[in-house]
């Protein structure tokens, strides 16, 4: 069974920092696009970073500059670095994948947007 597991939220005051990991599991063929995308309470989820197979990142325009996406495709990994955190950085992240995997009876399926369950992340003093 594919899963994506998060861990590294916590709560921290504001200014600080956290490092987010992603960590994939299963019979994975491929880990293709992943990102990270957050959900404040009472909003919609919004995408936070990507990055390509190929480690070409993209942020969102309100943590540039203070957030960087990496990932270790050895590992089937990937991380994000927090800093300079704001309270309205909290909420719940969640890891996001496109990702090729072996299925019931052997099959091959290639899925876009697997999600895993989230990490709270909560900044405030």
């Known amino acids: 069974q594919v899963q994506l597991v998060e861990s590294g939220g916590g709560l921290v005051q504001p200014g600080g920092s956290l490092r987010l990991s992603c960590a994939a599991s299963?019979?994975?063929?491929?880990?293709?696009?992943m990102g990270w995308y957050r959900q404040a309470p009472g909003k919609q989820r919004e995408l936070v970073a990507t990055?390509?197979?190929?480690?070409?990142?993209n942020y969102a325009d309100s943590v540039k500059g203070r957030f960087t996406i990496s990932r270790d495709n050895g590992r089937k990994t990937m991380y994000l670095q927090m800093n300079s955190l704001k309270s309205e950085d909290t909420g719940v992240y969640y890891c996001?994948?496109?990702?090729?995997?072996?299925?019931?009876?052997?099959?091959?399926?290639?899925?876009?947007?697997?999600w895993g369950q989230g990490t709270q992340v909560t900044v405030s003093s």
């Open positions: 996001n994948a496109d990702l090729t995997f072996e299925g019931p009876l052997g099959t091959i399926i290639a899925q876009k947007d697997y």
């Open positions: 299963g019979k994975i063929f491929n880990l293709n696009d």
């Open positions: 990055i390509s197979s190929g480690y070409v990142s």
